[in-house]
């Protein structure tokens, strides 16, 4: 696997990749003299050369020169002052740097925080970084992760160095790798888990980043560990999850889940297959070599681990994964194991641990945004009450962990005094964000502002019944996962008359762990003027068929299609009313403007 190619393999690839880079304006082929590539990725090449794939531009830029040597390209970049044109925006993100032009005229850093663990120092460290050479203040992402925005083209090396000193790496948190590792945020503290994922969380993040070889890959690949406690990390949206479970004998093992991208309307599936906990890092490699070795490398849209297993099958999938990994793989019955329930609500408030005494502090942070100075007191107060240790969750949340019981009301009223509280409507705990316009050139709309109107709106004027996630993602690269929410709002342009306007598609009936489901397109086309009464209008069509204690989610799997064909046609009734009301002519939809766009 790390030969170089023979002559013959290299003629033929640039044969192959020729015709492309031409019509391309690619410049002059990289030399293959010059080729230092990893073994693994000449392997891909060649296997996607046998399987007639032209490579893509971003392929060619990898053999060129690997992405992880540019750093140098970069440093010289910083010190005139420059942004990165072309290729070399791709290539950067290998740093964890995205340049936002023409969103914002800067760099987005985003960092590698495996699990989503992270400590009073290096929160502390990454408030005082965002001050001096960034915006004034982070992102929590839907990967339990946090990103800077507004990074000048000066500050990137700088930037880059002091997150090291705090060890925090951005290496491979974009661009075609495996991102930030996501995990269940009480690890450690629960009284329901079955096993404390955080090792495997360092581990894995550990490897990734020592192992030139699983650099690779086609496109992104999402991994996560889920230890079998009460909030979930959505699992099922990995292309690799395993989840905790307890076996007949009383052991614990993990479940295999293969393939999610909900984005492309996939849920990973179940593969039945089980590992064990100190078979678990080899065996994720296995998975990213079949991935590295199989994944399409002519089209960045099909290059993801669900296409794989669509064109080989999950069978020959399995055997490949089998193979490399040069271990019996186990496989369990569908009966064998109980699957941990999880709480929806335990992200938000004060929860005891199993540590008896200590508690945890579910924090809300509505779109997920954190100013300097919260980021700074949120790190003062986990140390002055807590232990330093802080973990960020998928539902862009915070939690503070081991609090003792007498601290906990001096903490909620430093909490109070940063803007922030461990109590929330249920609108407010499950709103979820992308970037939006605010910072993404791939956004319809400003998913962060039109979440905290939408969240005041619905305080305002409904009835909170409970739990209820709604998800706003800015474009069709679902980074909001608008597919697993109760309702999922898709960021869009519509044509009003002259006018260009943002709006949104709503999706109903998706959902996560017992409720695992992709939604469904529902209503389409609502300027974003529309949105606030919509979404009041179908929570309480949707509540008005509720039992008592019956969540949202749980009403909707539960209506007839007839009952929510009702409720659609009431929606669109309304929308065109509004429409009227408002003056504005008849709405006629265009296609979404970021539909082309590929993020990375
Ligand atoms: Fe940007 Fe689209 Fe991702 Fe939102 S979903 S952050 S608009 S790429």
């Given at each position: 696997?790390?030969?170089?190619?023979?002559?013959?393999?290299?003629?033929?690839?640039?044969?192959?990749?020729?015709?492309?880079?031409?019509?391309?304006?690619?410049?002059?082929?990289?030399?293959?003299?010059?080729?230092?590539?990893?073994?693994?990725?000449?392997?891909?090449?060649?296997?996607?050369?046998?399987?007639?794939?032209?490579?893509?531009?971003?392929?060619?830029?990898?053999?060129?020169?690997?992405?992880?040597?540019?750093?140098?390209?970069?440093?010289?970049?910083?010190?005139?002052?420059?942004?990165?044109?072309?290729?070399?925006?791709?290539m950067?993100?290998?740093?964890?740097?995205?340049?936002?032009?023409?969103?914002?005229?800067?760099?987005?850093?985003?960092?590698?925080?495996?699990?989503?663990?992270?400590?009073s120092?290096?929160?502390?460290?990454?408030?005082?970084?965002?001050?001096?050479?960034?915006?004034?203040?982070?992102?929590?992402?839907?990967?339990?992760?946090?990103?800077?925005?507004?990074?000048?083209?000066?500050?990137?090396?700088?930037?880059?160095?002091?997150?090291?000193?705090?060890?925090?790496?951005?290496?491979?948190?974009?661009a075609?790798?495996?991102?930030?590792i996501?995990?269940?945020?009480?690890?450690?503290?629960?009284?329901?888990?079955?096993?404390?994922?955080?090792?495997?969380?360092?581990?894995?993040?550990?490897?990734?980043?020592?192992?030139?070889?699983?650099?690779?890959?086609?496109?992104?690949?999402?991994?996560?560990?889920?230890?079998?406690?009460?909030?979930?990390?959505?699992?099922?949206?990995?292309?690799?999850?395993?989840?905790?479970?307890?076996?007949?004998?009383?052991?614990?093992?993990?479940?295999?889940?293969?393939?999610?991208?909900?984005?492309?309307?996939?849920?990973?599936?179940?593969?039945?297959?089980?590992?064990?906990?100190?078979?678990?890092?080899?065996?994720?490699?296995?998975?990213?070599?079949?991935?590295?070795?199989?994944?399409?490398?002519?089209?960045?849209?099909?290059?993801?681990?669900?296409?794989?297993i669509?064109?080989?099958?999950?069978?020959?999938?399995?055997?490949?994964?089998?193979?490399?990994?040069?271990?019996?793989?186990?496989?369990?019955?569908?009966?064998?194991?109980?699957?941990?329930?999880?709480?929806?609500?335990?992200?938000?408030?004060i929860?005891?641990?199993?540590?008896?005494?200590?508690?945890?502090?579910?924090?809300?942070?509505?779109?997920?945004?954190?100013?300097?100075?919260?980021?700074?007191?949120?790190?003062?107060?986990?140390d002055?009450?807590?232990?330093?240790?802080?973990a960020?969750?998928?539902?862009?949340?915070?939690?503070?962990?081991?609090?003792?019981?007498?601290?906990?009301?001096?903490?909620?009223?430093?909490?109070?005094?940063?803007?922030?509280?461990?109590?929330?409507s249920?609108?407010?705990?499950?709103?979820?964000?992308?970037?939006?316009?605010?910072?993404c050139?791939?956004?319809?709309?400003?998913?962060?502002?039109?979440?905290?109107?939408?969240?005041?709106f619905?305080?305002?004027?409904?009835?909170?019944?409970?739990?209820?996630?709604?998800?706003?993602?800015g474009?069709?690269?679902?980074?909001a996962?608008?597919?697993?929410?109760?309702?999922?709002?898709?960021?869009?342009?519509?044509?009003?008359?002259?006018d260009?306007?943002?709006?949104?598609h709503?999706?109903?009936?998706?959902?996560?762990?017992?409720?695992?489901?992709?939604?469904?397109?529902?209503?389409?086309?609502?300027?974003?003027?529309?949105?606030?009464?919509?979404?009041?209008?179908?929570?309480?069509?949707?509540?008005?068929?509720?039992?008592?204690?019956?969540?949202?989610?749980?009403?909707?799997?539960?209506?007839?299609?007839?009952?929510?064909?009702?409720?659609?046609?009431?929606?669109?009734?309304?929308?065109?009313?509004?429409?009227?009301?408002?003056?504005?002519?008849?709405?006629?939809?265009?296609?979404?403007?970021?539909?082309?766009?590929?993020?990375?």
């Amino acid at each position: 696997m790390n030969e170089p190619f023979t002559p013959e393999q290299v003629r033929y690839l640039e044969g192959l990749t020729a015709g492309i880079r031409l019509s391309r304006q690619q410049t002059a082929p990289p030399d293959p003299a010059s080729v230092s590539q990893p073994g693994a990725l000449q392997a891909a090449h060649l296997a996607a050369a046998v399987r007639g794939e032209t490579l893509t531009a971003e392929e060619l830029m990898k053999r060129e020169r690997h992405p992880l040597d540019r750093f140098d390209e970069l440093a010289q970049r910083a010190n005139r002052g420059e942004f990165p044109k072309a290729g070399d925006v791709f290539m950067t993100k290998y740093f964890g740097l995205f340049h936002t032009s023409p969103a914002q005229d800067g760099f987005m850093c985003r960092m590698r925080l495996p699990g989503g663990f992270i400590s009073s120092t290096q929160l502390a460290g990454v408030a005082e970084l965002t001050e001096r050479l960034a915006g004034g203040y982070a992102h929590v992402t839907t990967r339990a992760n946090l990103q800077v925005r507004q990074v000048g083209a000066q500050h990137t090396v700088k930037l880059l160095e002091a997150l090291d000193q705090l060890h925090i790496s951005t290496q491979g948190s974009g661009a075609d790798n495996v991102r930030n590792i996501t995990a269940s945020p009480l690890s450690g503290i629960d009284p329901l888990e079955l096993i404390d994922v955080r090792p495997f969380c360092k581990t894995m993040d550990f490897r990734i980043r020592t192992t030139r070889d699983l650099y690779a890959l086609p496109r992104k690949f999402n991994i996560a560990f889920d230890g079998g406690g009460a909030i979930s990390c959505v699992s099922e949206t990995n292309d690799l999850a395993f989840v905790a479970e307890r076996n007949d004998e009383g052991y614990v093992h993990f479940r295999v889940l293969l393939g999610g991208i909900t984005g492309h309307g996939d849920l990973a599936a179940d593969t039945r297959i089980t590992v064990l906990p100190d078979q678990v890092i080899d065996f994720a490699v296995s998975v990213l070599n079949v991935f590295i070795q199989h994944g399409d490398r002519g089209d960045r849209k099909q290059a993801r681990l669900k296409y794989v297993i669509e064109r080989l099958g999950l069978p020959a999938v399995i055997a490949a994964i089998e193979a490399d990994f040069e271990r019996p793989i186990l496989r369990s019955a569908p009966s064998s194991c109980v699957v941990q329930p999880t709480n929806r609500t335990a992200h938000i408030g004060i929860h005891p641990q199993q540590q008896a005494g200590l508690n945890y502090a579910g924090v809300c942070l509505t779109g997920g945004r954190l100013t300097t100075e919260q980021m700074r007191g949120l790190a003062e107060l986990a140390d002055r009450f807590g232990s330093g240790s802080l973990a960020l969750t998928v539902w862009q949340n915070i939690i503070v962990r081991d609090l003792p019981d007498d601290a906990i009301h001096a903490f909620q009223a430093g909490l109070a005094a940063l803007g922030l509280a461990t109590t929330a409507s249920s609108f407010a705990a499950g709103m979820i964000a992308c970037t939006g316009n605010q910072g993404c050139r791939f956004a319809n709309a400003d998913t962060k502002a039109h979440a905290q109107v939408l969240t005041s709106f619905l305080e305002q004027n409904i009835a909170d019944r409970g739990v209820l996630n709604i998800h706003l993602t800015g474009c069709p690269n679902s980074c909001a996962q608008h597919r697993i929410g109760d309702i999922g709002l898709l960021g869009t342009r519509i044509i009003v008359g002259d006018d260009d306007i943002e709006g949104y598609h709503l999706f109903l009936g998706g959902g996560y762990g017992s409720f695992a489901r992709i939604g469904e397109s529902f209503v389409a086309d609502i300027p974003v003027a529309a949105l606030n009464p919509t979404v009041q209008a179908l929570i309480e069509s949707v509540m008005s068929h509720a039992n008592p204690n019956e969540t949202f989610a749980g009403v909707v799997a539960r209506l007839e299609a007839r009952q929510l064909a009702l409720i659609k046609s009431m929606l669109t009734k309304r929308l065109a009313t509004q429409g009227m009301n408002q003056g504005m002519p008849a709405l006629t939809a265009k296609p979404s403007l970021s539909s082309a766009g590929v993020v990375s």
